[in-house]
């Protein structure tokens, strides 16, 4: 049997981390991390993600600022509430809440967040950072994917990695942080031929495609660790939907270790935002911004 990686477990344990440096922050006389959350419109599945990321701060200790706003907010409004959170010192972290209504130019939007605010890592200043192995802050979900692998995977260098998915939010950081990591990474998309035989190769597999079910139990090697971070809603046989990932879990049981969908990537993504918010709220106080250059970078030894 496969060893289960258990997103939940490993997540609490980085939000006592988290509550931790909260806790010392404010004995040492600095101010408590403070989170902004903006969210423009009444998309269902973006109030819930913000309700959660708004519950999660109150565990450990992060001041959330919440900003609801119409979807008929203009952008110029928008760009200017951005700004004026920029400037509050009070607040360390801003996440504008993806997606915006189609009037809004979202790109514009994301950019004008200051990128030692940006606690999502999607500013171009922190793509770059990243994709130069000089610090910055690291997107959410992919610095979870690298703390999971962490916790089974004791030495990265010479691995092999695979990278289904090629996005900007996930395939591409992941496959940055694992070279940072001196695997050796091969990216595939939707034009990739012969995926599964790439994948019978990999040391590691990360599949970030959205395609339920795409990883065969015969892609995966003996002993490969396997990180799921797809997530698709059907509806099974029985009439009821469930959630499906990228991997069939149960051919994979020979794998060394696997994460579930769901209690896999998705409760890691809310612990890093906090991590991230944290991060800043640190780097901004001793002066330097979060997403200034390596001399000042966040210490990354969390998932080396
Ligand atoms: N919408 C869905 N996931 C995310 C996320 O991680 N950050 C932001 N800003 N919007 C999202």
Redesign the pocket.
């Known amino acids: 049997m496969a060893e289960l990686i258990d997103g939940k477990a490993v997540a609490n344990s980085l939000d006592e981390k988290t509550k931790a440096q909260v806790d010392e922050m404010v004995a040492a006389g600095m101010q408590r991390p403070g989170l902004a959350v903006i969210l423009v419109g009444d998309d269902g599945a973006?109030q819930v993600?913000v309700r959660r990321k708004i519950k999660a701060c109150q565990k450990v200790g992060v001041t959330s600022i919440e900003r609801r706003l119409p979807a008929d907010t203009s952008q110029e409004d928008l760009l200017a509430i951005v700004h004026e959170m920029n400037a509050d010192p009070a607040i360390h972290g801003i996440?504008?809440?993806?997606?915006l209504p189609d009037h809004i130019d979202t790109r514009l939007v994301l950019r004008s967040i200051s990128p030692d605010k940006d606690v999502?890592g999607?500013h171009p200043v922190n793509v770059g950072r990243l994709s130069t192995g000089t610090g910055g802050i690291v997107p959410?979900?992919p610095l979870g994917v690298m703390i999971l692998l962490q916790s089974v995977i004791d030495d990265f260098k010479g691995k092999d990695a695979v990278v289904i998915g090629k996005s900007n939010?996930v395939g591409k950081p992941v496959a940055n942080l694992l070279l940072d990591a001196e695997c050796t990474v091969t990216v595939t998309h939707i034009y990739t031929a012969n995926l599964s035989e790439i994948c019978r190769k990999a040391d590691i597999i990360v599949a970030a495609a959205g395609a339920p079910q795409l990883v065969k139990g015969s892609w995966v090697k003996d002993g490969a660790v396997i990180i799921d971070v797809g997530i698709t809603r059907v509806m099974g046989d029985d009439g009821k939907e469930k959630l499906l990932g990228d991997v069939a879990f149960d051919e994979c049981q020979h794998a060394k270790a696997i994460t579930p969908v769901p209690g896999g990537v998705g409760p890691m993504?809310i612990a890093c935002l906090l991590a991230n918010t944290v991060q800043a709220a640190k780097a901004l106080q001793a002066g330097n911004g979060a997403a200034n250059d390596y001399a000042d970078a966040p210490d990354r030894s969390m998932f080396k």
Do not use: G
């Not at 996440?95 to 997606?99: G, M, N, S, T």
């Open positions: 973006s993600y996440l504008c809440q993806v997606p999502d999607f959410c979900t939010i993504t």
